[in-house]
């Protein structure tokens, strides 16, 4: 192979050819693009990198070009004449072999592609180009952003995508960085590693098709057939009767880590100063604090996030007359400051169940494959970069409340909400009335939560025509509610909620 270009100038094509052949080289032969030793003068194959990386090293501070023979990275070790090497073909042990050995020694202490925090680094960088010299408007990654947004917006085909491309290139000033092809412009919106997966479910809310059910063809429960009917009654195999959007939340986790500011806001609930008697903050609720009791190493480590969930449905057509029903499940993190965790961009879209009915009840199905990643996140994420401490550490987070109203309430929590047991404190003691006229259902025992001396208490007529001496019950705890529904109480609970499934939930 042509090593000639490591002695060239560093501007030159032909170091920039070198420098690409040279990692493909590695890449083909290590089988890995995040375990590579880089040659360059300062890291002289000590240290292990991703490909990006590397490549600014090698860009940035020239490569050992003492470094003839490429054994770290994949060609085989040539024996030499010279008596002084002493070296015996027959020793069974190659020096490559040894090279590779220990960099499989070393594989658990860097993480994947998608959690180098320097090649996100590079991704960003150069997506902060201006868009051509002098614009401070638009950088090359939010211009491709907002086109990207037009294409799917309008349903552009990529044909029609990549001739806009073009176009927008030849129309700006020479020296812009808009992509003419589509594979650059997916290479660096697909590099900031937010991927989804589409997932095919049951039309009747049954199952999803994955795990055991991923090459099935009918629901094994109600037995109808996963592909979606025609108008001439045949199935159109290939195409899914309903289908769910899942977006990982743990990469995102990750890329908030991986920004400076975002990862110093994480942790602002430990710097705060509390004040006695006022919860100006979730850390100070009675739930956080119990965690902490609880579980001591979580609570002892402040980049450990706190997670809401918030769920209800929604009308996409934008058309009262539509019955269609769409439901959004969106994460909260409860670790930034009261004046950013309601902020739209730190909102975290998880699922998107499309219609054209409700789950209702079924909705645990859906929530299976978000459940089992924060399972995962309880158990801890190993090797994800905290950009503000400059360090790798163990991430966890724990699910501790629901955002919903009461229909949702009953679908998330599987409780009733209606009808005579619909009090969540007074389950089964509930004072609820049947009006004669009006064949509704009220509730009359609100006024045990007025202080003891409220003149509310000793009204008659503005009420039922009593008084009120009672006292408020006490909540239900989660091990009392747990209890109650693996015993079989069924007036108040409908069945075990899928949220039990994680280890601190009750």
Request: include cysteine; proline fraction near 6%.
């Amino acid at each position: 192979m042509d090593k000639s270009w490591m002695h060239s100038d560093r501007r030159s094509k032909a170091y920039e050819f070198g420098v690409e052949a040279f990692l493909n080289f590695a890449v083909e032969n290590l089988l890995t693009t995040t375990h590579i030793r880089c040659p360059c003068v300062k890291c002289v194959n000590l240290k292990l990198f991703g490909v990006g990386i590397i490549r600014d090293h090698v860009y940035f501070n020239g490569i050992d070009q003492s470094y003839k023979n490429w054994t770290f990275h994949g060609e085989p070790w040539e024996a030499t004449t010279n008596a002084s090497r002493n070296v015996e073909e027959d020793d069974g042990h190659s020096r490559y072999n040894f090279v590779s050995e220990e960099i499989d020694m070393e594989d658990n202490d860097f993480g994947d592609f998608g959690s180098d925090p320097y090649e996100f680094a590079n991704v960003i960088g150069d997506g902060d180009q201006p868009v051509y010299p002098g614009c401070r408007k638009y950088t090359k990654l939010s211009a491709l952003v907002k086109l990207y947004n037009l294409k799917a917006k309008h349903g552009m085909s990529d044909v029609c995508f990549i001739e806009l491309l073009i176009l927008q290139g030849d129309l700006l000033r020479e020296g812009n960085t808009i992509p003419t092809s589509m594979y650059e412009a997916k290479k660096t919106l697909c590099a900031l590693g937010l991927s989804y997966e589409k997932m095919h479910a049951c039309p009747n809310d049954c199952i999803l098709y994955r795990k055991e059910y991923e090459d099935s063809t009918n629901c094994p429960t109600c037995g109808i057939s996963r592909w979606k009917e025609g108008k001439d009654s045949i199935l159109k195999e290939g195409v899914p009767a309903k289908m769910v959007w899942y977006f990982p939340p743990i990469p995102r986790f990750k890329r908030m880590f991986q920004s400076h500011e975002t990862a110093k806001s994480l942790t602002w609930h430990a710097a705060r100063k509390s004040i006695n008697g006022q919860m100006s903050h979730p850390a100070d609720s009675p739930s956080w604090k119990l965690l902490d009791d609880k579980w001591p190493e979580f609570g002892n480590e402040p980049r450990n996030l706190r997670l809401a969930l918030s769920s209800d449905e929604f009308n996409p057509h934008s058309s009262l007359s539509s019955r269609y029903s769409c439901w959004p499940v969106i994460l909260v993190t409860y670790n930034l400051p009261p004046w950013l965790c309601m902020k739209r961009k730190f909102m975290m879209l998880t699922l998107l169940i499309s219609g054209p009915k409700q789950p209702g009840n079924d909705i645990d199905v859906y929530l299976e494959p978000l459940i089992d990643d924060l399972k995962s996140l309880w158990d801890g994420i190993r090797g994800v970069y905290d950009a503000h401490n400059g360090e790798y550490f163990t991430l966890r987070a724990a699910l501790m409340w629901t955002i919903n109203d009461f229909p949702a309430y009953e679908n998330l929590s599987d409780c009733v909400v209606k009808g005579y047991k619909a009090c969540l404190i007074c389950g089964d003691d509930t004072p609820s009335h049947r009006l004669k006229n009006g064949h509704k259902i009220s509730y009359i025992g609100h006024r045990k939560w007025l202080p003891i001396n409220h003149p509310y208490r000793r009204q008659r007529a503005a009420f039922n025509g009593k008084p009120e001496y009672g006292i408020p019950p006490e909540p239900l705890t989660g091990e009392k509610v747990l209890h109650m529904v693996e015993n079989g109480d069924r007036v108040c609970w409908k069945k075990k909620s899928i949220f039990f499934d994680l280890e601190y939930w009750k």
